[in-house]
């Protein structure tokens, strides 16, 4: 999917702290696919956390990792 203007209206945000190697991965991966590291993100970890919430476990906690394949 490519940049361009959304179906729907996003309207919250979200500030994320990463070290400079995890924004050259994440930069890395959504530059191959040409989408916005946004996107990427909602794309991997919102239904990785969906998945876990439906199976009862733990969404997300501080410190762990999300893998972007």
Same mark, same amino acid.
């Given at each position: 999917?490519?940049?361009?203007?959304?179906?729907?209206?996003?309207?919250? &945000?979200?500030?994320?702290?990463?070290?400079?190697?995890?924004?050259?991965?994440?930069?890395?991966?959504?530059?191959?696919?040409?989408?916005?590291?946004?996107?990427?993100?909602?794309?991997?970890?919102?239904?990785?956390?969906?998945?876990?919430?439906?199976? &009862? &476990?733990?969404?997300? &906690?501080?410190?762990?990792?999300?893998?972007?394949?």
């Amino acid at each position: 999917m490519s940049r361009g203007t959304e179906t729907r209206q996003l309207t919250a &945000g979200v500030y994320v702290r990463l070290s400079p190697a995890d924004y050259d991965v994440l930069r890395g991966e959504a530059e191959r696919r040409d989408i916005s590291i946004a996107q990427l993100l909602r794309e991997e970890a919102l239904p990785a956390c969906r998945g876990a919430a439906d199976r &009862g &476990g733990a969404i997300i &906690g501080a410190g762990d990792e999300v893998s972007v394949a």
